[in-house]
């Protein structure tokens, strides 16, 4: 709290302080492979919207907004899963099929955050980039605050989160960064598969997906200098 006070949050970063507000359930049909969602956790088991893709799934649905707690997916209570996991659970889910999902909107601390109009899914949604440094919430241990990364990192980050789009149906700027951090520990493909199975192993990545997330950290490597 010190450093969030002392002034080492960026002036364009924004921090949710979720006060549990109106349950929902919305049926979704899942159309396309990817629902166009980015999903979040506080490492405390509550996983949450963080960004809605324009002319998405779930952009189309009026009554989903950012910041949204995701509660249950088809009646099961997904209260204490990591974002991944639930990002897993989306992609699993069979396409045509409709399903339910239970969200809690969080109360908004001021009036001036309002309901976001049709031309942005909310009024809040922004890239979180300009800061010199980021807050980081653990699960096993109090926040932290970290330096930003590289110029590197952030490329490969990007080029590894298009590619779990187009694998997972989901972005996951966090499950991304990971593997990208995982690639600097290690020398080759072999290598990195080895330890992406110890670190994401219930992600079950086939060989082809790795050796694409190999060659996209490489490209952005080589295109960052």
Not at 10 to 21: N, S, Y
Not at 79 to 90: D, F, N, P, Q, S
Not at 198 to 224: K, Y
Request: glycine share 8%; hydrophobic share 35%; proline share 3%.
């Amino acid at each position: 709290m010190q450093k969030l006070l002392g002034g080492q949050i960026g002036l364009e970063d924004f921090i949710f302080a979720h006060v549990r507000g109106e349950t929902k359930e919305v049926e979704v049909t899942k159309t396309e492979d990817a629902l166009g969602l980015t999903i979040t956790d506080n490492g405390a088991g509550y996983a949450f919207i963080k960004r809605i893709k324009e002319g998405s799934i779930i952009n189309r649905i009026e009554a989903v907004c950012v910041g949204d707690s995701i509660e249950a997916i088809n009646d099961q209570s997904i209260v204490g899963c990591r974002h991944y996991e639930v990002a897993k659970m989306l992609r699993e889910l069979p396409k045509s099929q409709p399903f339910t999902l239970r969200l809690v909107r969080p109360k908004r601390a001021f009036d001036m955050i309002g309901q976001r109009s049709r031309s942005s899914k909310c009024p809040m949604d922004a890239k979180v980039t300009s800061g010199r440094e980021t807050l980081r919430l653990r699960s096993g241990g109090a926040a932290t605050v970290e330096e930003v990364p590289s110029e590197f990192e952030e490329e490969a980050s990007r080029r590894v989160d298009d590619l779990l789009e187009s694998y997972m149906g989901i972005r996951d700027p966090e499950l991304a960064s990971t593997m990208v951090e995982t690639s600097k520990k290690t020398g080759s493909v072999q290598e990195f598969a080895h330890h992406l199975d110890s670190v994401l192993g219930e992600f079950a990545f086939p060989d082809e997906f790795v050796v694409e997330v190999w060659a996209a950290i490489g490209e952005a490597r080589e295109a960052c200098g």
